[in-house]
């Protein structure tokens, strides 16, 4: 800060240092900011690649980053229809070529007369383009059986920044003590949560999931979540990952009536992250959104506040680079309403190339167009092809001593339980380091897999976890299973307590 005409630290001296921003003088609140997944070891992951493009020997010939669900960097080929209309989009001259089909012309057409100027490079309207939003209101109500209404769709830079939004809209402007706001997060979390509550200085309250149930949301652990947290915040959100993200499981459509409930009784807004509603392998389980479940329950919610969230970074697209999402907002106040539109015009608008992404995702090649069959399928090939990694992950896990993991039945990661042998952990320790993360950059070190270890998602206390993507090809995971397994063995045999012990 400056006081006298001079700089001067936190502590009221003289700053050495003729900078503004220091690690004194920045906010104290970024600083608090961890996101794992592109943590650490994903850092000195990068440090590999560099090593070995150099011609360093290694035990591998190449680092597989699995820490995060970026699907086209791992080998996913893009849809072509998407890809056909955006590059019309980009380059109307395209157009005028014989080179593309006629539905996706049309599209194109359609998002590029809906622009100011005919042109992608224009700003559109800070919810977005109008067409698109009528196509994403569209594709819910024909999705739930339930109307939904274009007003309340909001295009957004991927669903991350929709859920920044809606998280600095519920602050309620008391940065100490017992005022600040609350928001209930799942434990295991997407760490995009807690890196924003830091951010925010919100107060975390976390619930955990029940690993021994397949990863199932209790209502008991809600109320006992919420209960020990009324003394330090005020409570004003749940925050639900479905399908879950780390944990890859689904949840019932009683569960989610029960969390409706649970939200209308203690009066929270509930925010639905549903990027991953098309992943679901599970056999029997459908995906069930909070918006379908909620209109079900009849008028005596019509007032419910509820918001969620989806991507054209997940699904069957992986189109993560274009950040292509949407909002939908019911049961918001106008008041508030007009204020979170005032708050998004302070970004002006959406990446267009986005918004016209997640158009060609609400609104694809219907039966009889010239794309549909091509686009049906290549979704179909990619879904069937994560189906099939989801099941050889978790089986080829459960079959390694001192590994145990749930099923796999939704969205595009693995989290399983590493029983990580006390001599082990106390190594960790000495080295200033979480057990899990001792363990996955061990295992970097080793096989050249990059791995997120699970305390940067959050775990109950005692159990060690990482998470991995499914997203690497089956002829990538199966060779690269063969080294993990002997590392795996190797670190548990070199650690173990005592060999006629368990684990």
């Known amino acids: 800060m ?99 089909p006629a539905d996706a012309k049309a599209k194109a057409r359609r998002i590029l007369n809906e622009t100011k100027g005919h042109s992608m490079g224009a700003y559109t309207d800070s919810q977005g383009i109008e067409g698109i939003r009528i196509n994403v209101a569209k594709y819910i109500s024909e999705r739930d059986g339930h109307k939904a209404d274009p007003s309340t769709i909001f295009l957004t830079g991927g669903a991350s920044q929709g859920i920044k939004g809606i998280l600095k809209l519920l602050q309620t402007g008391v940065n100490t003590g017992n005022g600040r706001a609350g928001v209930m997060i799942p434990i295991p979390q997407y760490p995009l ?25 209790d209502i008991g652990e809600l109320k006992r979540a919420l209960n020990e947290a009324r003394p330090h915040c005020v409570p004003r959100a749940l925050c639900v990952i479905n ?61 419910f506040e509820l918001i969620s969230f989806h991507s054209t970074s997940k699904g069957f697209l992986g189109e993560c680079g274009f950040r292509g999402g949407y909002m939908e907002v019911v049961g918001m106040e106008e008041e508030v309403k007009f204020q979170l539109k005032k708050m998004i015009s302070a970004s002006l608008c959406s990446c267009t190339t986005g918004q016209a992404m997640m158009d060609c995702l609400v609104s694809p090649p219907q039966p009889g167009d010239e794309s549909y069959d091509t686009f049906l399928n290549e979704k179909t090939k990619v879904l069937q092809s994560l189906k099939e990694r989801a099941k050889l992950v978790a089986e080829t896990f459960n079959s390694m001593d001192g590994i145990q993991c749930n099923e796999v039945v939704g969205a595009m990661y693995a989290f399983p339980q590493v029983f990580i042998p006390r001599k082990a952990q106390e190594e960790a320790k000495a080295r200033g380091m979480h057990p899990d993360s001792f363990y996955a950059i061990q295992l970097l070190e080793k096989t050249g897999l990059c791995v997120v270890p699970g305390n940067g998602f959050g775990q109950r206390d005692g159990t060690f976890h990482f998470r991995l993507t499914i997203l690497p090809s089956i002829d990538t995971l199966k060779p690269l299973f063969e080294h993990f397994k002997a590392f795996h063995q190797d670190f548990m045999d070199k650690y173990r307590d005592d060999p006629n012990s368990s684990l």
């Open 243 to 303: 399908p879950g993200n780390p944990t890859g499981q689904v949840l019932p459509y009683e569960n989610i009536q029960d969390i409706i409930k649970f939200c209308h009784e203690e009066e929270l807004v509930l925010l639905a992250d549903e990027v991953y509603q098309a992943n679901v392998y599970g056999e029997g389980l459908e995906f069930h959104s909070f918006k379908k479940v909620l209109r079900d329950l009849g008028p005596d919610y019509d007032n």
């Open 2 to 100: 400056i006081r006298n005409g001079k700089q001067v630290n936190l502590n009221g001296k003289c700053s050495s240092s003729s900078k503004v921003l220091t690690g004194e003088t920045m906010n104290p609140y970024v600083k608090q900011i961890q996101y794992a997944v592109r943590g650490a070891i994903v850092q000195r992951a990068g440090i590999l690649e560099k090593e070995l493009a150099k011609g360093a020997i290694k035990p591998y010939e190449k680092v597989t980053k699995a820490n995060i669900g970026d699907a086209h960097a791992l080998g996913m080929v893009p849809l072509t229809f998407p890809r056909q209309v955006i590059a019309m989009c980009v380059c109307p001259e395209l157009l005028e070529t014989s080179n593309f």
């Open 193 to 217: 949560y807690s890196a924003t509550l830091s951010e925010l200085n919100s107060y975390q309250i976390n619930y955990y999931l029940d690993e021994a149930n397949g990863w199932r949301l």
